[in-house]
């Protein structure tokens, strides 16, 4: 039968199951399109066909022995943060240019185990430094609802590549909203799940206590299947949890009845475009009308505070994690200078780019002597207070509701000029990273002809309960399912 590519990724699997097809029809049918559509989304760093190959023929082995998982066969794009073996992992960045990993990272090697097909390493912000795939040394990614615009970031590339029907599923990371707000901008669904439930072994690390792992897909079936594949416990990673994996599908098909949501209206003022509220509000008026609860007004005071504890915490964090990239142990290295200290700051000076510069600076800042108590330590201390208040909300409600993002894609170059801008596109997804718990944004309407996402916050542990949700509100409405037309004609 003929291979449509604009299908899920378990919509694939049940017909590779079938034996309706190939995973090496499906690869070829897959690479075919990316290098067709990459000349205009530039989402990838690199794309992989012999190797996606080779792993298609393997997946194909599987299938016939009737060995298949979820996600065996299925095309996957990884966010090129992640270290995969043999292959050149850059973070989007000079000073990684000709990095090529010894080893995989856990969530390489377990969607390895599951069979999956690695198509390329998608674009990024530099070292996972920006909301909108513009910081890459490798050029910006574009938006493929309006090449003139962008996916969002730091994961745009990975964002990107899916709403573009490029392929099913595609890795991404969230320290800030990197994951939740190019989905939010591209029109798909993005998970950040709980601190600790993924693996961070092998990502190149940004801000540690802050990131995690997660799926972009385009229906909350897809993302339940590739969660399971990639969490766990990791002895490589004790920030890990040892709970077990539960079986995320459980919650597929059981709609919104009895669900308690809560709505922080303190979260919907600051920045928020017109047309953004007006698609967040009627889709809390579509789960209040099937059978939901929901609150409005709820407390969380202190998270409007989250966008300055962050950008206190996290470069603080770049500052010590970016310092192993001095040019002698490996990366970029610049041996013109008179002394060590001068090739050192030479190598920096040449393999980071202006933003991850910035945060250095920022970090470095706030760390030294006389300024580590005012800045960062206070920091700290209200990091401990948004937890504590999403804590006593999730004592009453299951789901905290806001919109994903203040706007909807900028345009390229519009806000580069200015960082504080740029920030705050990150405004409404930074408390869940500050408080550790699983979020997710979902598509919920338009607004100037670009999607506008719907972001679920969930107590810790609880990411079944955004995948319901997910799923319930896509069964009652048709916003996942769009497809952009920029591209139409190109693959």
Not at 193 to 220: H, K, M, N, W
Not at 344 to 363: H, L, N, P, Q, S
Not at 383 to 401: G, K, M, Q, S, W
């Amino acid at each position: 039968m003929p291979i449509n590519l604009d299908v899920t990724a378990h919509e694939h699997a049940r017909h590779l199951r079938a034996g309706e097809y190939t995973a090496r029809a499906l690869a070829e049918a897959t690479m075919d399109r990316l290098e067709a559509q990459e000349p205009h989304l530039n989402a990838y760093v690199r794309l992989t066909r012999e190797d996606a190959l080779t792993q298609a023929a393997a997946a194909d082995a599987r299938l016939a022995s009737g060995d298949a998982a979820p996600l065996t066969g299925i095309p996957i794009a990884i966010k090129d943060l992640l270290s995969t073996k043999g292959v050149p992992t850059t973070a989007s960045s000079q000073m990684l240019e000709h990095f090529v990993p010894i080893v995989d990272c856990t969530v390489v090697a377990r969607l390895r185990e599951a069979g999956s097909v690695f198509v390329g390493k998608a674009n990024l912000d530099e070292f996972a430094m920006g909301s909108s795939t513009e910081h890459s040394a490798f050029g910006p990614t574009r938006n493929p609802w309006d090449l003139e615009r962008v996916p969002g970031g730091s994961s745009g590339g990975s964002a990107a590549t899916v709403a573009a029907r490029g392929v099913p599923l595609a890795t991404g990371t969230d320290t800030g909203g990197s994951i939740r707000q190019p989905a939010s901008l591209t029109g798909i669904l993005g998970l950040k799940p709980t601190y600790g439930r993924v693996s961070r072994f092998g990502v190149i690390a940004f801000a540690s206590s802050l990131e995690q792992v997660g799926p972009f897909a385009r229906d909350a079936e897809d993302i339940a299947n590739f969660l399971a594949a990639i969490a766990g416990h990791d002895p490589c990673d004790s920030t890990t949890s040892p709970l077990p994996v539960p079986d995320y599908t459980e919650g597929l098909g059981r709609g919104l009845e009895g669900l308690r949501v809560g709505v922080p209206d303190a979260l919907f003022a600051e920045g928020l475009e017109d047309g953004v509220r007006e698609a967040v509000e009627a889709a809390i008026e579509v789960f209040a009308a099937n059978g939901a609860s929901v609150t409005r007004g709820i407390e969380l005071p202190t998270a409007t505070a989250a966008l300055p504890v962050y950008y206190l915490i996290a470069p603080s964090e770049a500052s010590a994690n970016l310092a192993r990239y001095d040019g002698v142990k490996y990366g970029h290295s610049n041996h013109d200078g008179p002394t060590a200290t001068l090739e050192m700051a030479r190598t920096r000076d040449e393999g980071f780019g202006d933003e991850v510069k910035r945060r250095i600076m920022i970090g470095t800042y706030a760390l030294s002597a006389g300024y580590y108590d005012a800045y960062y330590l206070k920091a700290q201390k209200v990091r401990t207070l948004i937890r504590r208040e999403f804590a006593a909300a999730f004592e009453r409600y299951d789901v905290v509701l806001t919109p994903t993002a203040p706007g909807v894609a900028f345009r390229l170059g519009e806000k580069t000029a200015d960082p504080l801008a740029m920030y705050l596109n990150d405004l409404f997804t930074i408390p869940a990273n500050i408080a550790g718990i699983p979020a997710m944004s979902i598509p919920c309407g338009f607004a100037q002809g670009l999607p506008v996402g719907l972001q679920l916050m969930a107590r810790p542990f609880a990411e079944g309960t955004l995948i319901r949700a997910a799923d319930a509100y896509g069964a009652l409405t048709d916003w996942h399912l769009q497809a952009p037309s920029a591209l139409e004609g190109v693959s």
